[in-house]
Nanobody, 124 residues
Framework: QVQLVESGGGLVQAGGSLRLSCAASGRSFNYYTLAWFRQAPGKEREFVGGISWSSGSTYYADSVKGRFTISRDNAKNTVYLQMNSLKPEDTALYYC?????????????????WGQGTQVTVSS
């Protein structure tokens, strides 16, 4: 079992930055592909980006490409989401998700573990 706990959310002005963290408990963190999803009010949850367990390759949704960066620190069992040039439309509840092995995917059902989410609010 893996437990995921997100932190780092908050209120920020448009153009600002935030860094979200997702700390994982449990063993074999190195073998988990990790991803960030988000859900805005009244909308479906959507894929933000992911990082591979093996190569560390990253993948991003077009809406955040060039602004967001995902990284992982296997020694700390933590994955990060650095968000720059934030826009009001980035306002959402951000979730961390993990799946065993495999490549990052946009399909929610492919992820076995989820955190509770951390709120990000971007004011205009």
């Amino acid at each position: 079992q893996v437990q995921l706990v997100e932190s780092g959310g908050g209120l920020v002005q448009a153009g600002g930055s935030l860094r979200l963290s997702c700390a994982a408990s449990g063993r074999s963190f190195n073998y988990y592909t990790l991803a960030w999803f988000r859900q805005a009010p009244g909308k479906e949850r959507e894929f933000v980006g992911g990082i591979s367990w093996s190569s560390g390759s990253t993948y991003y949704a077009d809406s955040v490409k060039g602004r967001f960066t995902i990284s992982r620190d296997n020694a700390k069992n933590t994955v990060y989401l650095q968000m720059n040039s934030l826009k009001p439309e980035d306002t959402a509840l951000y979730y961390c998700a993990a799946r065993t092995l495999g490549a990052p995917t946009m399909r929610e059902l492919e992820y076995h573990y989820w955190g509770q989410g951390t709120q990000v609010t971007v004011s205009s």
